[in-house]
């Protein structure tokens, strides 16, 4: 399943842990360099 709701750094990592996720749809947030990098970082920490 693609998560496609509010995704976000202090999100991303809950999410993206659940084991139903297979990865997110990101929006806002793709649009801050910083923030976008921030959930990268969140899903590659992840190993499902």
Do not use: H, R, W
Not at 10 to 16: E, I
């Amino acid at each position: 399943m693609l998560y496609g709701g509010s995704v976000t750094p202090d999100s991303a990592a809950v999410l993206l842990s659940l084991p139903e996720a297979d990865g997110a749809l990101i929006g806002g947030a793709s649009l801050d360099p910083e923030a976008f990098c921030a959930i990268v970082a969140a899903a590659g920490a992840i190993s499902n």
